[in-house]
């Protein structure tokens, strides 16, 4: 019988003694058939899908390839068996091998190896550094493996060419397989390619590439048409120099074979395994982004898988589920920077209790569980399952202390649970002796509580929607600004009393649940606690959901109109109230109610739900039942997180429009709030309104600009002889760790805001369908815009006009304690803090400056000039605060020092450029030297200033963005007669009265 052959495009390899020997490449003339390869041919083996295993293959071998969904033409090429001591002849070539002096192997490594002696099947491919000749490197299955000498409970699946360094796989191809990786991207194949083969294809054009883990997932990639690359391990993808001691000896560098296809611009998705064990995933994640950067660092365009399905490969994924959901695996793969935020979103613990229901009902939580992490979809009753939980603990005289981040949503849920809210105690029968909820603004000794978590001894702590309250705790420019570092001490404390000794615990319940809540409390109470987890994964009958692509929402306003007049009941979800936003509840309200006067439309916002004199006034307690007497529903963020509107056949649909004001999330679940199966029609910004810090999304540099800024702001409170030991200074490194995960997750998805929300969509199982046009508008546009200038002028106005003649700062406080305030108290309480602030007559040009950031460009003006010789003075008094309290809360304490900022405006000049009416042309030597200066320190100019500059800003540009910060602009002139004829600009804008209003600032400070 002849010696059995394998074919890898045009080359014959024969197999004698299992040792891989080349001959002659034959001619194309020369028809060889391969004996035993019943079908295969020289023209690429081609296998079809009823191939039966060939005679080299056995049959188990081959079924496992084919469970991994290869082609058989992709195994015949690839795999064959081997048994008995022919099975040593593959892993031991390398030169390092031990072996006597007569040249047999150590008897320590045949008894160490004699496993292989059974059968086994060996995968190769071929190797771009030679040629792109057969690879003599590959792998060994053994049927029956040998244990891991290291882990004692676990097996050595595969087997490599012992002392000889990894290599990557490169599987052959049959022509199909490669016709089809050519047809997805559209890359012919020309004779010459054929000649050299299908790897040098890839390498030449720069085909994109899917970069996974083990040969069988390489084979199944290939199938469906990925030129895909198979490492042995996820490490195996670079090697990290290291000397006989294991330290490092030099860089981590990627592996030859990766290198030579690491070429600029080329697309590389890194497809490795998705592990639950949570010390598996942050090897894996280690890996993944070790290799990403030194991909990305050879410009390479890096992108990385994430499924949520449970399959662990991605050749399990295409096995179980079909080619369709692993395509769109890959084809929504992350960025680095996206993948890295996502890993942020990810909760790794292990799960006690999986569940697949509607409903979570009643829990039989472990008694020894100290802390209970409660991740399940919205509508599917996280709340209702703690009442018997708090009913059990007021039995036993547990104290039970909910925390929410506002106020009528915590009492709302306190009412569903069974307890009182704080302002309501008084009315309780038991006090506050068995607990009560509480907003975390509150939770400090000088707040309505006056809160002492000293007092509470093994509480029962919930936190429902976990991510919200934290990071409303650690960002919120609300009542708790103020106190933050009291309120993260008391949130220490309480922590520590509820997971220490005794029968306190800590429950944390949201749909979006992440490792981060449990970062947080853990870190916090400085604990090593095992998260009791419940996950649900429930999914309700996905939406039809219709998404509006345009640039903006008004062909989503024109459909809405349209439905209204249809006889339809929306409720409609946005994300901003004020009447500046013509997408806002205020101006879509109007609107509305001017188009259809005939119906009954609630507006529900912060301001309507605090106006007794509004029939929204306190309607989030009883929700379900006001709005069945409203025929159109405006809700605002107010209604956001934590509300369930469980109402059936009334509203027939739901709207959203969300400008990138509220994290994706949260735009996600104003979806979902009402839980009725009816269709959504939504419409969101491409880009988001806001980012956290300096707007990045890799934690190191959020991180790093808070700390410089930290440390330059602490120098120059040295430097006017505040003794200040930044040592000394707690920063609380656990909070503020959570806060730039967060951050940058958030920042993630404003940067991506529409793509980011339309995926968390498709995650959660939606059909979404795209709507491009609707037909004409009419005058539309034009009307809505009228119709939010006319709102905001009539706001400014009442504000300017209305009556502070009797207000005294003492009145003024107790009407910002107050928490019910008619339209009337509110435009009162805002001009006087505007007569406050400025000094000067309030009109309405100044309250719309005022909401454009008036005030901060004011002050910096200020200081930057007439008041320069206060600044050190007003910085100071704030970091004597800190020194006192001997705790710094970074975000906000670097927010409120003004001296780093004006000093980098000195240190760019800009005082030079708004003196004297100077006029201005972009090749002025000092505005020159400016833009290179601020060019050349981009990342402090983004950290101090949050500007961000760009290689091709001219000096021009640059300036206008400088001088935006003092609330100055630049008028254009003319231009030049002679030369180049360059434009002639001037800085503008001092003239707005701001004269006045810094003359009563150095009264006041004076």
Known sequence: ????????????????????????????????????????????????????????????????????????????????????????????????????????????????????????????????????????????????????????????????????????FFLAVPDDIWESVAARYEKPISPED?????????????????????????????????????LPGVNGGYRSPKDEYGQPTGDKHLIPDVQHFATLGRAITLCFDHDTRPETVQRVNMAIAQTARLLSACGCKVAITQWSHPEKGIDDLIAARGAAVAEEAIALSSTLEQWQVREYSRLSYHAALILGQRYLGELAIPEAAKLIMLKAPKGSGKTESFAPIVAEAIRNGQPVLLLSHRVQLAQAIADRVGIPYISEVRHSETGILLGFAL???????????????????????????????????????????????????????????????????????????????????????????????????????????????????????????????????????????????????????????????????????????????????????????????????????????????????????????????????????????????????????????????????????????????????????????????????????????????????????????????????????HAITHVDDIGELGALPQEITAQARQIYQKECEDIAVSDTSRMTPANYEALQQQRAKTAAERQQERKYRLQQRYGVEVTPELVENDDDGYYAQLRLFYFLTIGRERLPVRDRKLGEKMLKSKSAWLPDFNASQLGLVVQALELLGIAGFIADDRELRGNDADLLRMANNALSVKWQVKTVLGITLSENDSPIVILRRLLHKIGLKLQYLRRDGTGDRPRVYRAVGSDDGRDAIFQHWLAYEG
Request: net charge positive.
């Open 1 to 168: 019988m002849a010696t059995p052959c394998r074919v890898w495009f045009g080359y014959v390899v024969k197999q004698r003694h299992n040792l891989l020997q080349i001959r002659e490449k034959p001619t194309v003339f020369e028809e060889k058939v391969v004996e035993n390869y019943e079908g295969a041919s020289l023209d690429g083996g081609i296998w079809n899908e009823t191939q039966s295993c060939p005679s080299p293959i056995e049959a188990r071998h081959w079924e496992e390839w084919r469970d991994s969904a290869v082609a058989p033409g992709i195994i015949a090429l690839n795999v064959v068996s081997v048994s008995g001591s022919s099975a040593y002849d593959y892993l031991f070539y390398g030169q390092n091998v031990p072996r006597r002096n007569d040249g047999r192997l150590r008897d320590g490594v045949l008894h160490q190896y004699r496993h292989i002696e059974g059968m086994n099947w060996w995968c190769s491919g071929i190797d771009p550094l030679d040629d792109y000749r057969p690879m003599q490197w590959g792998c060994l299955k053994p049927d029956r493996p040998r244990r891991d000498p290291n882990k004692v409970h676990k097996v050595i699946k595969y087997e490599h060419p012992l002392r000889v360094p990894t290599r990557a």
């Open 194 to 230: 054929r000649a050299l083969g299908f790897w040098h294809w890839v390498w030449r054009y720069n085909i994109p590439v899917v970069l996974c883990e083990g040969a069988k997932k390489a084979g199944a990639l290939l199938t469906l048409g990925y030129a895909a690359i198979a």
């Open 439 to 765: 907003c975390v603004d509150s939770l400090h000794p000088n707040g309505q509580a006056r809160f002492n978590a000293e007092h509470w001894r093994e509480p029962l702590v919930i936190i429902d929607e976990s991510e919200q309250v934290i990071w409303h705790a650690l960002s919120a420019n609300t009542e708790v600004k103020k106190h933050r570092v009291e309120v993260l001490s008391q949130l220490s404390q309480l922590f520590k009393n509820a997971l220490g000794r005794g029968r306190g615990r800590i429950i944390l319940a949201d749909a979006d649940l992440s490792d981060l809540s449990a970062e947080m409390v853990l870190g916090l109470a400085e604990a090593q606690v095992t998260p009791w987890v419940v996950i649900n994964h429930w999914q309700g009958q996905p939406w039809n959901i219709y998404h509006y692509n345009q640039t903006t929402p008004i062909r989503w306003l024109a459909a809405l109109e349209a439905h209204i007049e249809s006889g339809g009941k929306p409720f409609i979800a946005v994300d901003s109230q004020k009447a500046k936003s013509k997408w806002g509840t205020k101006v879509l309200e109007a609107r509305l109610r001017k188009q259809f006067p005939e119906r009954r439309i609630l507006r529900i916002d912060s301001e309507t739900i605090a106006d007794p004199q509004n029939p929204a006034y306190g309607c989030i307690q009883r929700l379900n039942q006001v709005l069945l007497d409203y025929d159109i529903v405006l809700a605002s963020p107010s209604i956001g997180i934590g509300v369930s509107i469980d109402i059936k056949g009334h509203f027939t649909s739901v709207w959203g429009c969300f400008q990138g004001v509220v994290p994706e999330n949260a735009a996600r679940q104003a979806l979902a709030r009402v839980r009725e199966d009816v269709p959504r029609h939504l419409w969101v910004a491409r880009h988001g309104l806001g980012k956290i810090g300096n707007g990045a999304m890799n934690l190191k540099s959020l991180l790093a600009s808070e700390h410089k800024r930290f440390r330059a702001n602490l120098k120059l409170l040295q430097d006017v002889a505040l003794v200040i030991n930044a040592e000394e200074i707690n920063i609380n490194r656990t909070a503020l760790n959570v806060f730039g995960k967060m951050a940058c997750r958030i920042n993630a998805g404003m940067i991506h805001y529409r793509d980011s929300v339309l995926k968390g969509l498709t995650g959660e199982g």
